[in-house]
C-alpha cells in the first residue's frame, strides 16, 4: 500500500472526498478484488489516501476536482540537515527507478527554514540525480518540523483534461465547472439519472460547462501524465490505460445546448464541441438565447425538465450589459428549469439577497477563487420541482 496526497481548491476537500466516493468502484483493479482507500486526513486544499499503487496511479485518469496527485516518499520528524540526511537515504528511488528529478521545495514555521540550504544537501547527497530538466518533479515540504517528499504523478494541473482547445477571453476553469455541475445535481443523484434531462447553457464561451456535462464519466485519456515518464510506473498502468481507452463514452443528459452571440467566440465552441459528436446529442446556436431559445423550444417541462448552467461574465474581463437580476429572471422565464446554476462574483451577493424568485428558491452552494476573484454558485431550485 502506498500513501498519495490529492489536492484541490482550498475549501473544496469534501467535494473531493464524495468525488472519491462516486469513481473508486470504476477503478481497475488487477487482483481482481474491489478498489478500495482509506483515509490518512484530511487537509485545506486536499486529502491524503492509503491505497494500492496501481489504484493511486488511475486516480489520474478519473479525478476531475482534484489538481494534483502526489506519492508521498519520504515522511517524518526533521529538525537539522543530519535527521534530512537520514530520511533521504532511505527514501526508495531504487523502488521506483527514477533516474533524476528536479525539486519544488517550501519550508516554513521549522528550523529547517532555509530553502538554499535545503536544495545543497540535495545537491551533496545527489550531485547525478538533480536536472532542472527533468520530467519528474519531486515535492520537499518542510513544514513544523516534518519533512515530506513526494512524487508528482500528475505533471500539468489535472484541470488541463484538452477538452477545450480554444478558449474565450475569460474560461471557466474545468474543475471548477465540474464542481459546479455536481453542485447542481446534487448528492441524491447518480450521474446515470440524467439521461431524460437536457442540459443549457445559454452563454456557452467556449463550451467548458458543455464538455464537463458531457463527459462528466468519462477519464482522462487524451494526455500523459509524469509518472508515464517514469518506465516502471508507466508499464504498471500500460494494461490499464489500453481498457480505458476501449471504454466507449456515456452520454449522460438527453441533449446538450449552447449560445453564444459573440462570432469569434462561437467559432471556439463549435470547434471545441465538434469532438464530442455523434456520440453525444449536441445543438449550438450562435444567437443571443434570449432571441434564439423561443424559436428552438428549449423550455422545460415536467415531462421533459431543463436544468440551465452558465458563467456569465463577471464585468472584469469581458463588460456586462445587464443587471443581474434581469439576467436570472431571463433565464427562469425563457427555460423553465427545474435548476438553474450560475457562477457569480461574490459582489453580486447583495442584489441576490434583495430579490424573490417567484416559483424557486435559491442557495449559495459553494465559495471558491476563480483568477484571483471571489465567486460563489448559486442554485435555484423550482419550489416541488
Known amino acids: 500500500m502506498e500513501k498519495f496526497f490529492i489536492g484541490c481548491a482550498l475549501g473544496q476537500e469534501q467535494e473531493l472526498l464524495n468525488e472519491l466516493e462516486e469513481i473508486f468502484p470504476f477503478l481497475i483493479s488487477r487482483s481482481g478484488k474491489a478498489a478500495r482507500y482509506s483515509l490518512v486526513f484530511q487537509d485545506y486544499g486536499g486529502v491524503e489516501i492509503e491505497t494500492e499503487l496501481e489504484l493511486g496511479l488511475q486516480l489520474n485518469f478519473f479525478l476531475k476536482t482534484a489538481n494534483r496527485i502526489l506519492l508521498r516518499l519520504v515522511e517524518g520528524p526533521c529538525q537539522n540537515f543530519k535527521d534530512l540526511e537520514n530520511h533521504l537515504k532511505k527514501w526508495p528511488l531504487a523502488k521506483f527507478q527514477i533516474a533524476d528529478f528536479q525539486l519544488n521545495i517550501s519550508a516554513s514555521k521549522s528550523k529547517l527554514n532555509n530553502e538554499k540550504r535545503i536544495l545543497m544537501e540535495f545537491e551533496r547527497l545527489f550531485p547525478k540525480l538533480l536536472n532542472p530538466e527533468s520530467l519528474?518533479?519531486?515535492?520537499?515540504?518542510?513544514?513544523?518540523?516534518?519533512?515530506?517528499?513526494?512524487?508528482?504523478?500528475?505533471?500539468?494541473?489535472?484541470?488541463?483534461?484538452?477538452?477545450?482547445?480554444?478558449?474565450?477571453?475569460?474560461?471557466?476553469?474545468?474543475?471548477?465547472?465540474?464542481?459546479?455541475?455536481?453542485?447542481?445535481?446534487?448528492?441524491?443523484?447518480?450521474w446515470t439519472e440524467l439521461s431524460h434531462i437536457t442540459l443549457v447553457d445559454p452563454m456557452a464561451g467556449s463550451g467548458t460547462l458543455l464538455k464537463e456535462g458531457c463527459l462528466a464519466l468519462s477519464c482522462q485519456i487524451d494526455r500523459r501524465f509524469a509518472f508515464e515518464e517514469i518506465p516502471i510506473l508507466e508499464k504498471t498502468t500500460a494494461s490499464i490505460r489500453k481498457k480505458l481507452e476501449s471504454r466507449k463514452p456515456t452520454p449522460i443528459f438527453k441533449k446538450v445546448i449552447g449560445f453564444d452571440r459573440d462570432q469569434e467566440t462561437f467559432e471556439k465552441l463549435s470547434k471545441n464541441v465538434n469532438s464530442l459528436l455523434p456520440i453525444f446529442d449536441v445543438e449550438i446556436h450562435n444567437a443571443d438565447f434570449r432571441k434564439a431559445a423561443g424559436k428552438n423550444s428549449v423550455k422545460g417541462t415536467e415531462a421533459a425538465p431543463v436544468w440551465v448552467i452558465s458563467n456569465p461574465p463577471y464585468g472584469k474581463r469581458i463588460p456586462r450589459d445587464f443587471k443581474i437580476q434581469d439576467l436570472i429572471q431571463n433565464f427562469l422565464e425563457i427555460f423553465n428549469p427545474d435548476r438553474l446554476g450560475l457562477f457569480l462574483p461574490k459582489s453580486d451577493e447583495v442584489n441576490l439577497q434583495k430579490t424573490i424568485w417567484r416559483g424557486y428558491k435559491s442557495k449559495i452552494a459553494f465559495h471558491v477563487q476563480h483568477g484571483?476573484?471571489?465567486?460563489?454558485?448559486?442554485i435555484f431550485h423550482k419550489l416541488n420541482g
Not at 484571483?372 to 448559486?378: A, E, M, R, S, T
Open 372 to 378: 484571483g476573484l471571489p465567486i460563489q454558485f448559486v
Open 136 to 190: 519528474t518533479t519531486l515535492y520537499v515540504r518542510m513544514f513544523e518540523n516534518l519533512l515530506s517528499v513526494s512524487l508528482d504523478l500528475s505533471g500539468d494541473l489535472l484541470h488541463k483534461r484538452t477538452l477545450v482547445e480554444k478558449k474565450d477571453a475569460a474560461p471557466l476553469r474545468e474543475s471548477l465547472a465540474f464542481l459546479g455541475l455536481r453542485a447542481l445535481k446534487g448528492p441524491s443523484l447518480f
